[in-house]
């Protein structure tokens, strides 16, 4: 047992050694981290030094990566945004497909397949690979882009295609008499999709909410994190019992949370298993490649790679112009198109399984997909580098010139009593807000009354990424426990330096402890509304406007003067500042904190020294 268990761990150490060994080192020659995930599988698997056998097993684990890939993607899909996709959808994305894959069955049936052969050899290659492209969209930053939004409108088609294709082999095996008996007829299928498809509709309108609410509040981290991974293996697994994609019901269910005031929270969760699991998977397609195939079929492969993927891509760039993409668009697309993808695996398995394929033809066919997604890495820098710098089109001009209209956006951590007074004033000039909060009450609360107050750990880093903290303008930290208005002051220093912090202190040495953080703005959380009591109490004993006015600001004056001063002396410092008669006090200068006995402004500590000496001549 000892030894079977070290083996196990040898395997865990290999394959975390490879890719933090491989990917560092071709993101640092500028090649990108798939295809140093790809690299290091081939270099680990069974047909490289030989550390792993059986890849396939792996490779099923690592689906997941792809799965919550999907269901994250799904968390920044709106319906809204789902729904204005839908011509791009079905209509770029149908036409790629359908474009594509006539083109290659053509081209294969001319190098000598039989026509059902090649058309499911084609179909396959035409489902390009999603975990490559989203990766590479995310490592650009183009995931928000209107280019990027058209990319995942193709992935989002050629996902749903997977369905008909599967469908279309075994209703071939059947012609061929290649079928065996006790099938699921058609009728059975089709309905356990529409009602695996409805379960999670249903589950995730009218269930998640309440559920995520009773475990916020009284279940821990560890079982919220548990809850989100459930959601989306939930998802995924009643998708597969119904014939469906894996991806698909993750993604479905992605969507139907988007709105869920607890979208940030599990994007913070299940982000660290996406990226872990998205890389195990490259690694297992690296070691999937059948170097023997290669090599014993070199010609036949080789040639596949080079005329699917040319075919492919003239076909992509062909569709992109009819849809009046611009040319380095459509460039850009068709190369990073290019390729097979993972469910390319899923129609072989499913033709060889039928009798379609016999085990040559799925090797092949397997070898050219993993070729082609080793390469398209490769393809798309070159040809980023043959092309001429981009200049904008009207429609990325127009967007430009919106941006610059822009308000700034503005990230609320905290939404107690202190922030929906803070919040009123940017929403009536209709700044971009966001605001998280831990109370769940106060959350639903909050949602009577219009606000949209999603549940978040502000004190988590992951969370504050989750939240856009590193797109925001303006943080303003409202939190109610200083420690932990002190821990996000922190963190967002350490990770967003950039980002302007505005902070409510919880009182004077609070407020020392921020200004000496660096944070923009601070202010202890009953001054101003203390000084505002004070006031009304002078006027009610009979002074006038005139005199309390000047006494108030003589107090918050003196105020900020002593708050200088403790920055240096500590606490206690300060303390003749606080007497009620100003005149029987002369304020000491500003000092800059760090540097005892220095002025901070030698030219406004002369200037105090006149105005006090002036009013001790006057009287005043």
């Not at 006015?549 to 004056?557: A, L, N």
């Amino acid at each position: 047992m000892a030894e079977a268990g070290g083996l196990e761990l040898g395997h865990v150490a290999a394959l975390l050694a490879a890719g933090v060994v491989a990917v560092p080192l071709f993101r640092r020659l500028q090649l990108g981290s798939v295809l140093g995930y790809l690299a290091a599988g081939l270099a680990i698997g069974p047909f490289g030094v030989g550390l792993f056998t059986e890849p396939e097993t792996i490779l099923h684990v690592a689906e997941f990566g792809v799965v919550i890939f999907l269901f994250i993607i799904g968390l920044e899909m709106r319906p809204t945004r789902l729904w204005s996709l839908r011509k791009d959808i079905f209509g770029l994305g149908a036409a790629q497909v359908f474009g594509a894959g006539l083109l290659l069955t053509f081209t294969g049936m001319a190098a000598g397949l039989s026509a059902p052969v090649s058309f499911i050899a084609s179909m396959g290659f035409v489902l390009s690979s999603t975990a490559v492209i989203m990766q590479m969209l995310d490592e650009r930053g183009e995931m928000a882009t209107p280019r990027g939004s058209r990319a995942i409108s193709i992935l989002l088609l050629e996902d749903l295609a997977i369905v008909p294709l599967l469908a279309v082999v075994a209703v071939m095996a059947s012609v061929m008499g290649l079928a065996g008996e006790g099938g699921p007829p058609l009728w059975r299928t089709l309905l356990l999709a529409v009602g695996a498809v409805g379960i999670v509709l249903v589950a995730g309108k009218f269930l998640m909410n309440p559920v995520f609410r009773i475990l916020a509040r009284y279940g821990g981290r560890e079982v919220m994190t548990a809850a989100a991974l459930l959601v989306v293996v939930g998802a995924a697994w009643l998708m597969d019992l119904g014939g469906l994609s894996m991806a698909m019901g993750a993604f479905l269910a992605g969507v139907l949370l988007s709105e869920s005031t607890f979208r940030h929270q599990l994007e913070a969760d299940v982000e660290p298993f996406r990226a872990i699991l998205l890389g195990l998977f490259f690694l297992s397609v690296g070691m999937s490649l059948d170097l023997s195939v290669v090599f014993a079929e070199w010609q036949v492969v080789v040639g596949g790679v080079i005329a699917f993927m040319a075919v492919k891509a003239v076909a992509i760039y062909g569709v992109a112009r009819l849809f009046r993409a611009s040319e380095r668009e459509a460039v850009e697309r068709a190369v990073l198109f290019a390729q097979g993808g993972e469910f390319a695996f899923v129609l072989y398995g499913a033709a060889l399984a039928t009798g379609v394929f016999d085990a040559r033809i799925a090797a092949i066919a397997s070898a050219v997909v993993i070729l082609s997604m080793m390469l398209t890495p490769v393809t798309t820098i070159v040809v980023s580098r043959l092309m001429p710098p981009e200049t904008l089109n009207p429609e990325e001009a127009d967007g430009v010139d919106a941006a610059k209209n822009l308000r700034e956006r503005v990230l609320i951590i905290g939404f107690g009593r202190f922030a929906q007074v803070v919040a009123q004033p940017l929403l009536a000039r209709d700044v971009d807000v966001s605001i998280i909060d831990m109370d769940v009450e106060m959350i639903q609360a909050a949602g009577n009354f219009g606000f949209k107050v999603y549940y978040g750990d502000g004190t988590r880093l992951d969370v504050l990424r989750a939240s856009g903290a590193e797109k925001a303008e303006t943080i303003l930290v409202c939190v109610d426990k200083q420690e932990d208005a002190d821990k996000i002051v922190e963190l967002v220093k350490a990770e967003f330096p950039l980002t302007k912090l505005f902070v409510r202190a919880y009182d004077r040495g609070h407020a020392i402890r921020l200004v000496q953080a660096g944070v923009e703005y601070q202010i202890r959380e009953t001054f101003e509304s203390a000084l505002v009591f004070g006031y009304q109490v002078l006027i009610d004993l009979g002074f006038t406007h005139q005199e309390v006015e000047e006494t108030i600001e003589d107090v918050r004056r003196r105020d900020e003067e002593r708050l200088a001063i403790q920055m240096v002396e500590g606490i206690t410092g300060g303390r003749s500042l606080m007497r009620g008669n100003i005149r029987t006090t002369k304020p000491e200068p500003y000092i800059k904190p760090g540097r005892k006995g220095q002025a901070l402004n030698e030219e406004a500590a002369e200037a105090l020294e006149e105005e006090e000496d002036e009013r001790e001549k006057t009287g005043a």
